[in-house]
């Protein structure tokens, strides 16, 4: 009985070493990626948060963007009423817990309107 306990508790420690390292595996990449945004040629990264602001949507997030930005969301649901002109636009999930979800009903979701140049 002993050594059945035994092997039960060695497969439980092999399975949360295993999550923890899963864990810092994701924190790598993490890692890796934002050095990599932050040695990128964008021009700025706006976080919307409709919680706790400052920017609380995603057409305020289109004002204050410029060329070549990110826009990241936080968990939410969107909606955006006003067209994008700028380009090199990126919009992402700002963080991988939560879901972002962006509506929109009777025209598309994101309105991209860019010049020639």
């Known amino acids: 009985m002993s050594q059945i306990n035994d092997e039960k508790l060695d497969a439980d420690?092999?399975?949360?070493?295993?999550?923890?390292?899963?864990?810092?595996?994701?924190?790598?990449?993490?890692?890796?990626?934002?050095?990599?945004?932050?040695?990128?040629?964008?021009?700025?990264?706006?976080?919307?948060?409709?919680?706790?602001?400052?920017?609380?949507?995603?057409?305020?997030?289109?004002?204050?963007?410029?060329?070549?930005?990110?826009?990241r969301l936080a968990a939410g649901v969107y909606s955006c009423n006003k067209p994008n002109t700028m380009p090199g636009i990126t919009v992402e999930q700002k963080d991988k817990e939560g879901q972002v979800i962006i509506i929109g009903n009777q025209k598309a979701v994101i309105d991209v309107r860019l010049q020639k140049g």
């Open 13 to 71: 420690v092999n399975e949360i070493l295993m999550h923890r390292q899963l864990k810092d595996l994701n924190r790598s990449a993490e890692y890796i990626y934002d050095d990599m945004v932050r040695k990128f040629a964008y021009s700025r990264i706006i976080e919307v948060d409709p919680d706790n602001g400052p920017i609380s949507t995603l057409e305020m997030a289109l004002d204050f963007a410029e060329e070549n930005s990110i826009i």
